[in-house]
């Protein structure tokens, strides 16, 4: 994890979701974020990339997984573009950020962080994992995330293809109106997709 991320108290194990499961050697908190895994390691033996193209994601294959999956375009200068948000998400956020700059919706004292950390993920390659706290006005909900990279057709590793499901599902009852704050990382760990992890792993 880089030195700068925040951290934020450990969340709960895996509640109303089938609790913990293991894929490629990683323990998660939750059955889809493995699955999800499990479905990019399959891109890579289908197409043969490291890097699989974005559009050997076929969104029938994931149905499931589908409502939990946004991706993001990241483009210089210093812009995370969202092309995609599930569903599910935003039913729990009450947020559709399509069409935005993710880092725009950062503190500021987040962004240059989370600019290296995209970056990171397409430049190295490598896939990560973490857990988000997103507090809104009645209750905090633990988010758990996996992000991978994907390529354009031309090969450039321009996109990041994430899954976000939530850890313990009881707190959506009480979460109020909408996601007030969505900080406090914790679990985090970048993902060896078959060339290392990056400098500082």
């Known amino acids: ?14 509640q109303n979701n089938g609790g913990g499961a293991k894929a490629g050697g990683i323990l998660f908190r939750t059955r889809e974020c493995a699955l999800f895994l499990e479905l990019y390691q399959g891109l890579q033996r289908s197409t043969g990339e490291l890097v699989p193209p974005r559009k050997s994601f076929d969104p029938a294959a994931a149905r499931a997984l589908l409502p939990y999956v946004s991706i993001m375009e990241i ?9 995609l948000v599930g569903t599910a998400i935003v039913n729990r956020t009450h947020i559709d950020n399509t069409g935005r700059n993710m880092l725009d919706l950062l503190p500021d004292e987040a962004r240059e962080w989370s600019w290296s950390h995209f970056r990171r993920l397409l430049d190295t390659p490598c896939g990560c994992t ?41 707190g959506l009852v009480l979460r109020g109106d909408q996601a007030m704050q969505i900080g406090g990382l914790s679990a985090y760990r970048y993902i060896d997709i078959g060339a290392g992890t990056g400098a500082g792993a």
């Open 1 to 14: 994890m880089g030195k700068d991320a925040p951290l934020a108290a450990n969340p709960p194990s895996g």
């Open 75 to 83: 483009r210089e200068p210093r812009l995370a573009l969202v092309r």
């Open 130 to 170: 973490f857990v988000s706290r997103e507090d809104f006005e009645f209750a905090s909900v633990f988010v758990e995330i996996v992000s991978f990279p994907m390529a354009d057709t031309d090969g450039t590793r321009r996109f990041v293809l994430s899954l976000s499901v939530e850890v313990d599902r009881d």
